[in-house]
């Protein structure tokens, strides 16, 4: 096959070209609010959080239309809208729950997030069992995405999340370096510990949910994670670690949407397959050259 075949001529089909442009948004807020989930520790509580949306978004789903529709919902005329409201409302209030149990020494914070995540993941569950019609091919179909089939309100939608997003993230940037790196130095500068932090919990909220449609709940954390994780062993400066990692993530995710195209795969696990390499290639050139140096 020639580059042309390869690389071009998917480029005929319009939804190959919106799937394109969603991996990219999808890689930049990833990539941007990885950085500070690695940074900080807070793999397992991007895992839960990922998981912890599943119940709004599937009162969004269900109870948004027909006999049994909520009022409130109802009056929300756009279903991927309906779904990203559900989802980050459920999402905020995990993170808040979350954010005030482990205040001052309540709960460990990985017993907090256990708790919480398999309760929420368990509910979510239950509310979609409800459905017997919908109950496989929506669960399937929320924990895993599809990009392929991706709308023009999801595109909107991921949008402006990507402007709030890095735009939240560079209006506060000091601060949560600040935060993140030296909790005394933070301290003594009397900066807002708790409200940092339960914002920085809300972005990953909204991260979460507004790339829902493209990699799904479960292959979410691999988007969090594994780029800012292999822009972390390139360099130890957070905002060069930050666009290091949405570059990552956003050709990571390109790449993976070809991959997926030619081996007639799912597009979701294709970019988490892709990025998971990239991962391995950088993790290994780095250790070899540790070697090299320490002989």
Known sequence: MTLEEIFIAPLQYEF??????????AGLTSGVVGAFVVVRGMSFFGDALAHSILPGVAIAYIYGTGASALPILSSIANEDVRLFIGGLSAGIFSAVLINWLTQKNRLKEDTAIGIIFVAMFALGIAIISTDPRAYQRDLTHILF?????????DLWIMIIS?????????LFFKELLVVSFDSGLAHALKLPSGGLQLLLLILVAVTIVANLQAVGVVLMLAMLITP??????????????????ALIASIC??????VAWHLHIAAAPAIVLVVTTLFAITFGITAFRKRVWHH
């Open 253 to 258: 995710g390109v790449l993976g949407i070809y």
């Open 228 to 245: 800012a994780a292999t822009a972390q062993l390139m360099t130890h400066r957070l905002h060069t670690m930050a666009m290091l990692s």
């Open 16 to 25: 190959m070209r919106e799937a394109i442009f969603a991996a990219i948004l």
């Open 145 to 153: 995405g599809d990009i392929f089939g991706i709308t023009e309100s």
């Open 162 to 170: 990507t402007v709030v997003v890095i735009g939240t993230i560079i």
